[in-house]
């Protein structure tokens, strides 16, 4: 995964998007934007609600807290944020960056312009892009994850997940996570062995426990990785 779809995604920042609001609410507004954005990506591995304070996204942004609290309202009133006021009693506010993101550019023209800047346009890049019906594939090994292995989380295991989510049914990973908290283990390596025995049991059930295959012999049992 490029490193630099940790920070932001960089479909955004060809989506049109940019000049859309530096024309019609000013220039302050793409900053504003692009900075509620960082601070969604540094509170949550997915798209979530954000606590924030605006006086802190003012200084960050170099513009005054009147302005920031106007075009807060102005980004939500265009559809690109949800905002809750928590009250009077406290400086806290939540956002959560809206989903789908209406953006001027359509999917096909922004696959042809990552292309054309060298980047990638795998389907788990495009933060934002949809409104996710339930929880995504992504999002269940993550939280399959952090219930097994703890809540911190490099941009290697994060790599890592992806590639297991990619290339593993669901059904295969709830069943290795489970089987690691059963055995106390916290460790992906081997979480990835016991799928690759799983992966081992089911080419052995196509070729002689399935329909179309041959039955299994009285006794036989699927060889482990051991074997």
């Avoid at 426990?209 to 074997?227: A, C, F, I, Q, W």
Wanted: contains cysteine.
């Amino acid at each position: 995964m490029d490193e630099r779809y940790l920070r932001f995604p960089r479909w955004i920042e060809l989506s049109g998007l940019p000049r859309q609001l530096a024309r019609e609410l000013g220039v302050e507004a793409w900053v504003v934007f692009r900075r509620l954005v960082e601070e969604d990506l540094a509170q949550n591995l997915f798209p979530d609600w954000v606590d924030f304070q605006a006086s802190r996204i003012a200084s960050v942004c170099g513009i005054s807290e009147e302005s920031t609290q106007a075009l807060l309202t102005r980004l939500s009133e265009r559809g690109l944020l949800r905002v809750r006021n928590l009250g009077d009693s406290t400086p806290y506010y939540q956002y959560r960056v809206a989903q789908p993101l209406p953006v001027p550019r359509s999917r096909e023209e922004l696959v042809e312009a990552l292309r054309a800047e060298g980047l990638p346009d795998r389907a788990e890049l495009w933060r934002y892009w949809e409104n996710p019906e339930g929880e995504s594939k992504y999002e269940r090994i993550v939280r399959l994850y952090e219930a097994t292995c703890g809540l911190k989380i490099s941009g290697r295991i994060v790599e890592e997940l992806v590639e297991l989510a990619e290339t593993c049914p669901l059904s295969h990973l709830e069943e290795a996570f489970a089987a690691a908290r059963e055995e106390g283990v916290t460790t992906l390596g081997w979480i990835r062995k016991y799928l690759k025995r799983l992966k081992k049991h089911e080419r052995v059930q196509e070729a002689w426990g399935r329909p179309g295959g041959l039955e299994l012999p009285e006794g036989y049992t699927v060889p482990s990785e051991k074997d």
